[in-house]
């Protein structure tokens, strides 16, 4: 009898474990067919980073003025690193309160096919009450709904950086950006211009060229606008504080816990 009763509990405990592993596989293909629509899903802005859990709370310019914001932007940095001669041109919107972005490409795939001005890459902006560095955008093109954008500094005439974020299901895709007002960008801006807050890989800051983008009377460079290479080429400004962002090895996609 104690051999019998021994036996079932072993039974019962294999099948348990079994249940285990059958669910813990079962898990893993959900997740990784949660990933597959939600690349699936996604349209403009597919440079961002994908992790699971939401999207973080990052810090906001305060007494931020959208009409000083306005007019060109060069993107001289940004998560994506198959990005290039990416421009935003802001406008006011038709609605009261509201901004159009224009974002265009002087070179590339999109720019030979007619791509790169018009009602496909020009996306809304909707500030929030309260704070209108706080705002949401709204991209044509992707189906998954809209993104926070967040303004975290800017000086309106050199340099701003932008943060970007979209929760899809339990995941959240992230874009960091850092603006130019010019093509040419000194480094030291570049680094101001990174947002650096908890749950934000600031290792995921890639070069934009802006040299040899076909534009008038433009002057032959690469990168992201200085022949100084800044933080991402191993040489840090001196007039700016010392923090830990080695690059290390990029991931393109993670999990945020």
Known sequence: MAGGIYYAVGSWEESQSDLGDSAARMLERVLLLLVVVVVGMVGRG???????????????????????????????????????????????????GTWYLLE???TGAEATV???????TTATLTPRPGNQARMTVNW??????SYSFTVHVTDYTQMAGVFQCQEIAIFQRQKGIVLSRT???KANLRYEGRLRSPGV?????????????????????EGAGSDDPGPLG???????????????????VGFNM
């Open 201 to 221: 890989k600031v290792e995921y800051y890639q070069p934009v060229q802006q040299g040899n983008c076909g534009r008038p009377h433009e002057e032959r460079h």
């Open 114 to 120: 007619g791509l790169s001005n018009g009602d496909l």
């Open 46 to 96: 597919s440079g961002h980073e994908l992790f699971l859990g939401d999207c973080p709370v990052v810090p906001a310019l305060q007494d931020f003025d959208m009409e000083k914001f306005e007019g060109l932007w060069y993107m001289v940095e940004s998560f994506d690193h198959g990005e290039y001669c990416v421009t935003w041109n802001i406008t006011k919107g038709a609605e009261k």
């Open 183 to 185: 093509p040419l960008l």
């Open 104 to 106: 265009s490409e002087t």
């Open 140 to 145: 044509p093109l992707n189906v998954a709904g």
């Open 234 to 252: 191993g040489t840090k400004p001196e007039d700016v504080d010392e923090v830990d962002d080695s690059p290390g090895d990029v991931v393109r």
